[in-house]
Each structure stands twice: as structure tokens, then as C-alpha cells.
């Protein structure tokens, strides 16, 4: 484990006007460390991630990222095209919905090699080489791969989108609702899928759910908001068997039971 | 040497928010320690909080007063305050622990299960799993289900595989919460004589224990818990 | 004052007026400067429809002076309605000369080829385009390939010659075939076939392209470096014939297929018209021409 945070957040606020988006939050991840942010609908944790994923721009405060040569950087201080080299690079960002995340008019195949061909990679046979690796680790058979997503169910092409991500070895990735809109059966797959991944490649991860279950699977520490703020923060499973705050009180106590 | 873990003064309750913050004391000025080489029971009937001590003990319980230091690689870390990472990290590397029950994973076999807390602290995934299949075999648990994800084993053998995935490290401290519970008498055997192994290493061991024939093999000493019981004012 | 009826319509030389060619010339000065840039200009309605032009009559209207000869042509042919009609355009407007001759042209406006013959300094190829953006094909956002030309962001073109081995086996876009400008610019040669695109590399002609519709134009200096993008595995290749020309024998040229009969019969013909009859002047012949056809019957 390393010495050094990953990403550095300190008293990041964002408003809408005189509305608060979020405000005042603070908070270090680690490498190989997955942070759960849970909330319900409205209570900011999207607007947080993308003010972290940089698709947003805070009102205030600071996040500094540690690049790979072991520099740090102010994200909100970085040129665009940084930025962008970043999140296609050392980066990922998993979209609930795979279609926003996903050309859904080329194939299975490009998805995945976009990114490679996006740093430099020139050579058909490699590209297409990493795409069917990265396409049965995440579980789409080789015979799938001139498909074009369309014709991929939603569970598929999630787990696209994910391949899609982590072809160029990203140290973190962001994760919105990765498993929302999914069934029951599909969504305990990609989880574990998640799961593994994760820990295979060491993966820092910032992963936004309603779901406590989601959380408790695949995070270490977790972030619970509401209206904005911060209401508590820890181990998962700390928050989760002992929650101290009245709103995770009611989240923990409103899990249908099976 | 350090005293493996301490307990000191700690206090804990449970205020309900939906219940109009209604407060509910656990335990309080609980203090113990125990000693590399031994095995300490939390004694007591249900309700009296040593369950809540054995989640305190590891980080999945907040505390509300008092220090748990435990000795951490030489350092002396304060349980009751120390931050997420750090708690993740003496997770790590220096307590242990075997709950009652078994958080099931989807698709991840009973072997990848137990090897989990060894290749997760660097050891190779085939040493790992050597030593995963020696456990199980050890807890006689059949040899056909090792490659099986444990969602669908019945709840004895489920708790062999808890047990195992506890026992594969070598952490200096050992949380046990009932670890026999659903045992026949051939493999509560086999508990007991690996708890007295650790024991010979060196292993501070802290657990809970109903069955009585158990705990009087394995306990060095009881902690008795209504001791603590919470409003009781230390004498 | 009296004017003769004959003269009703009096345009300005060239059709447009002195202001909006100065416009038009400071945006390609502009596309001059930065090679393959597309520069954004204010396209103006002319007396044809979209398609059929308007980008490359503007360009060609700022630029051309009294003194230019004018050739035009359309898939390679000299002879066809959009070559015939944009002509006589310009012989009205501007009363300038025309020719069909290449090499005795000084401004050559061109729809989908680039001539046989090559091109020397002092010439200017002007291309009508329907589609300026390249990338528009995989990104249709405009905001979003603006972004990714302003940050030089080209993976994605290679994401369609991806597609393109994965379905066909090689790359088997033959025309508009993306090209990489003085190492900078991913940029879209218009619909000529890609059997023209070495023909752009190093040209010591003026390139200048004009789209109407899209109000855009960019440009390639002479001399200037135009790679076609490929794979190492799967490299860049222009289309090859198997037979020469039925009408002039050339080969290494671009073939039309024309259909002679509805019995099947076709013969391949140099697309560009020009350079076959220049041949055939000089006494080369195909297994097709007439005079063969004669002395065989």
C-alpha cells in the first residue's frame, strides 16, 4: 500500500444557482480503495462524482489527483485537453445508462479498442487482439465481437462499457448507478464481476449507489449524503451494522428484507 | 513484548433515531487485555453485549468512549479512533476473525474464499490455495464442494469454510464469535485443537463460546461480561 | 440614362459582389495558413441548388481574375451536366476562358476526381464538397469534433477503418478516405476516390475546398504533407484495375465501368475524360476504340 492518496478532495462545494449541489465535502482515496457514496435521489452524491470526474466544474474548493509519474495536479486548474487525455487514459467513468457510455453504432470490438487506437495504437491485429481478451474478461464471447452493442441485453452492455473502461489500465474509475436498471439475477453477475476486478487490478474506485447492497459488496468505505452534506463516512461496514446518523438509520432500517 | 490487544474504559450504546432517539446502553468501562498465548472468553447471558465487544474489538462497531489499542507491526494503534484505512489495515495484517455467519459472494468457491485473506496480503494464489485445501481437509469439509461457491452449503458446512478462511492467516489476534455453533462433535474437536495451536504460536485469541464443553477446553480465562453492564458504576 | 434591354441582368464579376469575395478569400487565407483547418464562412445563396456546387463556384468566384482559364469537370468528365452548366456560369459572369485541357488550365474546379495529368506550380484545384467533417460520421455533435480537432483527438477515425476490417477484411472505404494534413489535421478530401489521395501528397498546386452548405472551407498548400490514415497491419492501398483503359489503353489511371448494352456488355474508360482523348490524339488505343473496331469488321 501506498503512502499517498490517489485523489485529494478538500471543501468541495457546488451550487445550482442558490441551490446547493453539495457542499463542503473533503476526503482522501487511496489506491486499490473503493468509496461507495450512498444517497438517495436528489441528495448530491451524482453532482459530487461528476464534480470529481470533472464532467462538472465546482463552485469551490479543491480536488488533486496524483498522476503517474507522481505528480500532483489541481484537476480544476489542468488544460482540457489534460483532462482528457486523463479520462481516457488513467481514468474510467461507468455510466448507468451503457448507451451513454458506449458508441452504439460500431462494434463490440471498436468499443473496446477506441481507447487504445485514442493513445496511439496502430496495429489492427493487437487492437483486436486486447479487445477479445478484455471482452471474456468480462464474460462476452470472442464470436460476440463484431456485434454492435444494440443487439447486446442490458447486463452485456454494461459489462461492454466496462471492458470499454478498463483497457488502458485506468487507477480509477468512477461509477454511476453501475448496476441500476439491471434484473436482480444480472445485477448479482456484474457485481461480482466488479468485484473481482477490482481487486485483480488494484483499482481505486468511486462508486455512486442507492443500493446498500451494492455498497457493502463491492466498498470498503462509504460516504452517506443527504441534501448536500456528508452525513456520515466510514468503513462500510461500520455505517452499515452501526449506523450512527438518523437519515443512515432509516436507509439501513428501509432494506426489504428476503 | 507488547500485550497484543487492550481494552480500556470503553463504552457503548445505541441511539434510535426513529424511535424519537430513544438511547440504548450496551456496555460500559470495559476493560480488559489479553496476552499472547491465550485464549479469552467474554462470558455472560444473551443481550449482555459480548457480541458488541467483538465487533468493537474489530472495527465494525463504533465506540463511544474508552481506547482498543492493539499492537500493530510494533505500533500501538487506538481501535476506538483510528481511521478507516488503518482499521482496513490491522484487518490486514493483524486481527483475525471468524464471525457466526458466512457473507456468501456469488460464483466465488469455497476454496478462492478461504485463500481470500492470504493472497489479499500478498502470499501466491497456488501457495494460498495449498494451504486453503489443507484447512478444509482438516475440517473435513468433502473435497467435491471445495470448487463450489458455499451459497447453497448447509449451515455446518458453511461455517467450516468461516472457520477456515479465519484460521489461514497467522494474525496475532483472533476474534472468534461462536465459531462452533453449528458443529458436530468430530470437527468441534478439530476447532479446538487448532485454536490450540494458535495459542502455541503465540496468538492472542479473544471469543465467544456457548457451548459449554467448548469453551472449558479452549478458555484460559473468562472475561464476564455483566461486569460492564452498562449504568453499572465501577466500583 | 438609357440601358439596352439586353442588359437587365448586370451581375458583379464573377457573380459575387467585392465584399463577400474579400470574405471568402480571407477565410481560405486563413484554411491556406492552417492546412486542413476547416474555417467557418459566410456561404452565401447562389443560383443552383446545394449540392450542386455552391462551395467550390464561391471559392472559385473569389479567386478567379479576368485573366484565368477556367476548367472544370465532374467525376473526371468535362462533358457532364454539373461541369457543362458551372462553365458556361462563369463564362457569363466572369467572360473568363475556358478550356478542357488540364495542363492548360489555372483554375480547376472539381467535382469527386483530381486529374490524371498532374499538376504544376501556378494551378489551382478547387474542390466541391458536400461533408467538411470527417469525424462527423462517428461523433455527430459539432461542439464535440470541433473539440477533438482543437485537441488533435483522432482515435476515432481510426475506430471506422477498425470497422471496416472487421467487416470487410481490409479497409474498404474507396472514396472521401480520411487524410492526416502536415501531421496535424484529420481532414476530409471530398468525395474523390482514394485512388487520388497520393496524388495531394507534396502537389505543387494550390488545393482549395468549398462547402457550400456546411459553410466551411479549408485548404492544402502546395507542397504541403497529406498521409491517408491506416493500420501497420492493413496499409493504406489505392484501387488498381486489371485492365487498361477500352478506349486509350492507359493504365494507372481511374476506371469507369461503362454499361454498353443490356446484355451484360460493359467496357472500363478513363474517368477522366480529358486525359483519354488527349491519348487518343497521340495515337494510343484500346481493344475497344473505334477506328480498331473498324478495320476488324
Known amino acids: ?258 | 513484548m507488547a500485550t497484543p490487544l487492550i481494552v480500556s474504559e470503553v463504552a457503548k450504546a445505541f441511539t434510535m433515531h426513529l424511535r424519537d432517539g430513544i438511547r440504548l446502553p450496551v456496555v460500559s468501562n470495559v476493560s480488559f487485555s489479553v496476552r499472547a498465548g491465550e485464549c479469552a472468553v467474554l462470558g455472560g447471558p444473551s443481550g449482555a453485549g459480548k457480541s458488541s465487544i467483538l465487533k468493537m474489538v474489530y472495527g465494525n462497531y463504533g465506540v463511544d468512549q474508552g481506547q482498543i489499542i492493539v499492537d500493530h507491526h510494533g505500533q500501538l494503534v487506538d481501535l476506538a479512533t483510528a481511521n478507516p484505512r488503518t482499521v482496513l489495515a490491522v484487518r490486514r495484517d493483524t486481527i483475525g476473525y471468524v464471525s457466526q455467519f458466512l457473507r456468501t459472494v456469488p460464483r466465488v468457491s469455497a476454496l478462492d474464499v478461504v485463500a481470500e485473506p492470504l493472497v489479499a496480503r500478498g502470499v501466491a494464489r497456488d501457495e494460498a490455495h495449498a494451504r486453503a485445501a489443507e484447512l478444509l481437509g482438516r475440517l473435513n469439509l468433502p473435497e467435491r464442494l471445495w470448487s463450489l461457491p458455499p451459497a447453497t452449503f448447509s449451515g455446518g458446512e458453511q461455517q467450516r469454510v468461516n472457520i477456515a478462511r479465519g484460521f489461514i492467516t497467522d494474525h496475532p489476534v483472533l476474534l472468534l464469535d461462536e465459531p462452533t455453533a453449528s458443529l458436530d462433535a468430530t470437527n468441534r474437536e478439530v476447532v479446538i485443537s487448532l485454536i490450540e495451536e494458535k495459542k502455541l504460536k503465540g496468538v492472542a485469541l479473544l471469543g465467544i463460546f456457548h457451548d459449554a464443553d467448548v469453551r472449558e477446553a479452549v478458555a484460559d480465562r473468562i472475561v464476564d461480561v455483566t461486569e460492564f453492564a452498562a449504568g453499572k458504576i465501577a466500583a | 440614362m438609357s440601358t439596352p434591354a439586353t442588359d437587365i441582368a448586370t451581375y458583379n464579376f464573377a457573380y459575387l459582389d467585392e465584399q463577400t469575395k474579400r470574405m471568402i478569400r480571407r477565410a481560405i487565407l486563413k484554411g491556406i495558413a492552417i492546412p486542413g483547418y476547416q474555417v467557418p464562412f459566410a456561404s452565401r445563396e447562389m443560383p443552383m441548388p446545394y449540392g450542386w456546387g455552391t462551395g467550390g463556384v464561391q471559392v472559385t468566384a473569389a479567386i478567379i481574375g479576368p485573366d484565368d482559364v477556367l476548367k472544370v469537370i465532374d467525376q473526371g468528365a468535362d462533358d457532364t451536366t454539373n461541369a457543362v452548366s458551372i462553365r458556361a456560369f462563369f463564362q457569363k459572369v466572369a467572360d473568363v476562358a475556358v478550356t478542357t485541357e488540364t495542363a492548360k488550365a489555372t483554375i480547376i474546379q472539381t467535382r469527386h476526381r483530381i486529374p490524371e495529368h498532374p499538376l504544376t506550380g501556378g494551378q489551382t484545384l478547387v474542390y466541391q464538397v458536400p461533408i467538411p467533417e470527417p469525424l462527423r460520421f462517428l461523433e455527430p455533435r459539432e461542439t464535440e469534433t470541433r473539440k477533438m480537432h482543437a485537441l488533435e483527438e483522432y482515435g476515432l477515425m481510426h475506430v471506422k477503418l477498425y470497422e471496416d476490417i472487421a467487416r470487410h477484411g481490409r479497409i474498404a472505404t474507396t472514396y472521401a478516405y480520411p487524410v492526416k494534413v502536415e501531421g496535424r489535421y484529420v481532414m476530409d478530401p471530398s468525395p474523390t476516390p482514394k485512388f487520388d489521395n497520393p496524388k495531394m501528397h507534396m502537389s505543387p498546386a494550390l488545393q482549395l475546398f468549398g462547402a457550400g452548405r456546411e459553410k466551411r472551407i479549408y485548404a492544402v498548400p502546395p507542397f504541403t504533407k497529406v498521409v491517408s490514415l491506416d493500420f501497420e497491419d492493413h496499409p493504406f492501398e489505392i484501387q488498381t484495375f486489371d485492365q487498361p483503359c477500352a478506349l486509350c489503353g492507359a493504365e494507372q489511371v481511374y476506371l469507369d465501368e461503362v454499361i454498353l448494352d443490356d446484355k451484360g456488355g460493359h467496357m472500363f474508360v478513363c474517368s477522366d475524360t480529358d486525359h483519354c482523348e488527349t491519348r487518343q490524339a497521340c495515337g494510343h488505343r484500346g481493344h475497344l476504340s473505334p477506328d480498331i473496331l473498324e478495320t476488324a469488321r
Not at chain 1, 468509496?35 to 451524482?46: N, R, Y
Not at chain 1, 462476452?140 to 447486446?152: K, L, S, T, W, Y
Request: contains cysteine.
Open chain 1, 1 to 258: 500500500m501506498t503512502d499517498e492518496p490517489l485523489l485529494r478532495v478538500t471543501a468541495l462545494s457546488k451550487y445550482y444557482g442558490s441551490r446547493i449541489g453539495c457542499e463542503d465535502i473533503s476526503f482522501d482515496l487511496w489506491p486499490g480503495e473503493v468509496l461507495a457514496i450512498v444517497g438517495e435521489s436528489g441528495s448530491g452524491k451524482t453532482t459530487l462524482l461528476n464534480c470529481l470526474a470533472t464532467r462538472l466544474l465546482p463552485t469551490s474548493g479543491t480536488a488533486s489527483y496524483r498522476m503517474r509519474d507522481g505528480q500532483w495536479r489541481d484537476l480544476y486548474r489542468m488544460s482540457e485537453a489534460e483532462r482528457r487525455f486523463l479520462m481516457r487514459t488513467d481514468w474510467g467513468f461507468v455510466h448507468q445508462n451503457p448507451a451513454d457510455g458506449l458508441r452504439m453504432t460500431v462494434s463490440a470490438g471498436a468499443n473496446v479498442g477506441e481507447r487504445l487506437m485514442a493513445v496511439g495504437d496502430r496495429h489492427y491485429g493487437n487492437i483486436r487482439s486486447t479487445a477479445v481478451d478484455w471482452l471474456s474478461r468480462v464474460e462476452i464471447g470472442e464470436e460476440r465481437i463484431d456485434d454492435e452493442p444494440r443487439a447486446f441485453s442490458g447486463g452485456m452492455r454494461q459489462r461492454l462499457q466496462i471492458a470499454r473502461n478498463l483497457v488502458t489500465g485506468p487507477r480509477l474509475v468512477f461509477m454511476d448507478e453501475p448496476t441500476g436498471g439491471l434484473d436482480v439475477s444480472v445485477q448479482a453477475r456484474l457485481l461480482d464481476l466488479l468485484r473481482g476486478l477490482v481487486t485483480d487490478l488494484g483499482l481505486a474506485a468511486i462508486v455512486v449507489t442507492h443500493d446498500l447492497a451494492v455498497a457493502r459488496l463491492l466498498s470498503q468505505r462509504m460516504m452517506v449524503m443527504k441534501n448536500g452534506h456528508v452525513v456520515e463516512a466510514g468503513l462500510t461496514d461500520r455505517v452499515l451494522d452501526d449506523p450512527r446518523a438518523p437519515y443512515t438509520q432509516l436507509l439501513v432500517s428501509s432494506i426489504l428484507q428476503v
